[in-house]
């Protein structure tokens, strides 16, 4: 990610950019040589930076900086870079490119954590569990299951970034309004020329889609788009860590923690979830950005107003850099997640005899009691064993009640069978099961090139 955002790509892009120009302008009829497009060619890798900074400083121009800078190293194209163009054609075609090659490194990240979280759903996905309402214990869920609702949200955030990569415009050629009218003037007034070298020139950067129209930029709100997809990456992220962090206070769920790693420098015995800690941090930062975007959108007037350019260099790139981090946060954290099914277990089992007094009652109904002198007697006992559980922080005993009362005769010999945790998890495994199957299983086979691969310069190889 850092390479994608790094002057590097940046500067790269603009002379790939003149050289896409300028070769679709020769094709169409202007006077440009073979020579001039193959000194370009040559030279598009070869950037003096430091040349390319006094120049700026000279010109208080960025653009006109790396101009000249390229014209030095390909001296016979000079007089014919950024022919017709304006600040905007690279400048903005390049955020373009650069958000395209940064979101299809965040799906393929996305991609990856949803298969490692695979593996773990697949895991646990009968291993019984408290769900928490109001982070009060409620019916019972699986491990396996919770993970699968962390799982929806990252492939609605796929979805998200599959949709964006498909419909991303490239700005084009549009000059200094958005009204083509220096390119019109290069080609005699012929309207179709001036279409046909905006089409060539997308086509030549890898874009088959081209905004319609714009000003001098285009349109901001593809920016709030973009930082609206991150913060919801973020929002996702932020969800599956605060659960494991309070999971970890349970002492039911753990993340990675290495052999000699220090929880703190006072307590010796801690293990913190520093790992979803940095991630939550991180997220909350990336949640915070769209309204920038939203602002700098809703405040570019008429065709353009330049104090959008400060704030999107800063904000772009960092949100794309925050979500690089926290997706290989996700990756580790879920990679190396340890689950403790013992005290699992023992937490389903201070709950259960609640939850199940319902089914007691039905069997012992069956078997010919009253329904309602049995309700009585499981409420009675069951303030009575609250009462020892909170007042005297002992061991839920209610089944040890029921097992002692007349009442319950009917259930004495099967109250272990009426209490399995596995007869109160619904269709929680059977579920899981499937939305892997059904959901999760097609985005890996149609992403499976995306997997296991490494990334040089944004392009996947």
Known sequence: ??????????????????????????????????????????????????????????????????????????????????????????????????????????????????????????????????????????????????????????????????????????????????????FLELFDGDHEKVKQLNSKVCKAMGFDKVIAVSGQTYTRKIDYHILSLLSGIAQSAYKMCGDIRLLANLKEVEEPFAKNQIGSSAMAYKRNPMRSERCCSLSRYIMSLPPSAANTHANQWFERTLDDSAIRRIILPEGFLAVDVVLNLLMNIADGMVVWPN????????????????????????????????????????????????????????????AKDPLFEAVHSKLDTLVDPKLFIGRAEEQTKEFLAEEIDPVLQKEEGLLGKEVVDGVNV
Not at 343 to 354: G, I, S, T
Not at 356 to 373: F, Y
Not at 378 to 402: F, P, Q, T, Y
């Open 1 to 182: 990610m850092s390479s994608i955002f790094s002057p590097a790509m940046k500067f790269t892009t603009w002379r790939k950019l003149w050289l896409a120009l300028a070769t679709a302008e020769q094709e169409l009829g202007i006077d440009i040589s073979n020579e001039q497009l193959q000194q370009m060619k040559d030279q598009l890798y070869n950037i003096d930076f430091e040349k390319a900074n006094e120049y700026e400083s000279k010109f208080r121009h960025d653009v006109m900086g790396h101009v000249h800078a390229f014209g030095d190293v390909a001296p016979l194209a000079m007089p014919i870079i950024h022919l017709g163009a304006t600040s905007c054609y690279v400048g903005d075609n390049t955020d373009i490119i650069q958000l395209k090659e940064a979101l299809k490194l965040v799906q393929r990240k996305l991609v990856q954590t949803l298969e490692i979280l695979k593996t773990f759903a697949e895991k646990y996905a009968d291993l019984p569990t408290l769900g928490f309402t109001h982070y009060q214990p409620a019916q019972l869920t699986t491990v396996g299951k919770r993970c699968t609702l962390w799982m929806q949200d990252l492939l609605l955030d796929y979805e998200r970034v599959t949709y964006e990569l498909e419909h991303l415009p490239m700005r084009g050629v549009k000059g200094t309004t958005g009204t083509q009218a220096t």
């Open 343 to 402: 005290v699992v277990q023992k937490h389903v089992m201070e709950e259960l005899p609640f939850m199940a007094t319902e089914v007691i009652l039905m069997e012992c109904v069956k078997a010919g009691g009253d329904r309602q002198e049995l309700h009585e007697a499981i409420r009675v006992h069951s303030m009575n064993a609250g009462n020892v559980v909170k007042g005297e922080g002992k061991a839920n005993d209610l089944l040890e009640r029921i």
